[in-house]
T-cell receptor, first 112, second 113 residues
Framework: ETGVTQTPRHLVMGMTNKKSLKCEQH?????MYWYKQSAKKPLELMFV???????ENNSVPSRFSPECPNSSHLFLHLHTLQPEDSALYLC???????????FGSGTRLTVV | AQSVTQLDSHVSVSEGTPVLLRCNYS??????LFWYVQHPNKGLQLLLK??????LVKGINGFEAEFKKSETSFHLTKPSAHMSDAAEYFC???????????FGTGTSLTVIP
């Protein structure tokens, strides 16, 4: 375990479902991130939170909605997804933004 | 503009032989460079990082990488491959201007017994 825990590990959902991905870290880090890894594409940064405040949103569709209730937890709420949203979603944390990350194991999402 | 190119999508080596995973980058600034490894069903793990100190960087598990500014390269090497090295490897650049890290598309390493 890296210190960043993501649940669930695997998720299959229909296009009309609503689900949430959870990320938790107890490393004392102040920044948390959501990344999307699609097959054979570069890892894409989705959202950055610093001290529970969203500081970056890289043109992500509104069907993805992040939430950071405290510095240890990060959620990604999903609704009305498309099949092309199927990917590995990775959470990461860092002591502060711009410093090396610790990654979670990811949630493999399949949209059917 | 920032970008990272991993020149090989797949590399296959025999156990005990050297490993070379190639990475070229472009950055308008003095970047920090990283190599991450991802084993199946596990998160990304930092192997090593270059942050403007020594150009030859030693990492975990016997890996090292050399920052060559003139060639804009940061190739990852290991003298002798082990079966446990089979994984996906990502080269990453941080231009040190903000939060964005730029990832390559990854190189899948296969180690043949």
């Amino acid at each position: 375990e890296t210190g960043v825990t993501q649940t669930p590990r695997h998720l299959v959902m229909g296009m009309t479902n609503k689900k949430s991905l959870k990320c938790e870290q107890h490393l004392g880090h102040n920044a948390m991130y959501w990344y999307k890894q699609s097959a054979k594409k570069p890892l894409e940064l989705m959202f950055v939170y610093s001290l529970e405040e969203r500081v970056e949103n890289n043109s992500v569709p509104s069907r993805f909605s992040p939430e950071c209730p405290n510095s240890s937890h990060l959620f990604l709420h999903l609704h009305t997804l498309q099949p092309e949203d199927s990917a590995l979603y990775l959470c990461a944390s860092s002591p502060r933004t711009g410093v090396g990350y610790t990654f979670g194991s990811g949630t493999r999402l399949t949209v059917v | 503009a920032q970008s990272v190119t991993q020149l090989d999508s797949h590399v296959s080596v025999s156990e005990g032989t050297p490993v070379l995973l190639r990475c070229n980058y472009s950055s308008s600034y003095s970047p920090s460079l990283f190599w991450y490894v991802q084993h199946p069903n596990k998160g990304l793990q930092l192997l090593l990082k270059y942050t403007s100190a020594a150009t030859l960087v030693k990492g975990i598990n016997g890996f090292e990488a050399e920052f060559k500014k003139s060639e804009t390269s940061f190739h990852l090497t290991k003298p002798s491959a082990h079966m446990s090295d089979a994984a996906e490897y990502f080269c990453v650049v941080n231009p040190n201007t903000g939060n964005q890290f730029y990832f390559g598309t990854g190189t899948s390493l296969t180690v043949i017994p």
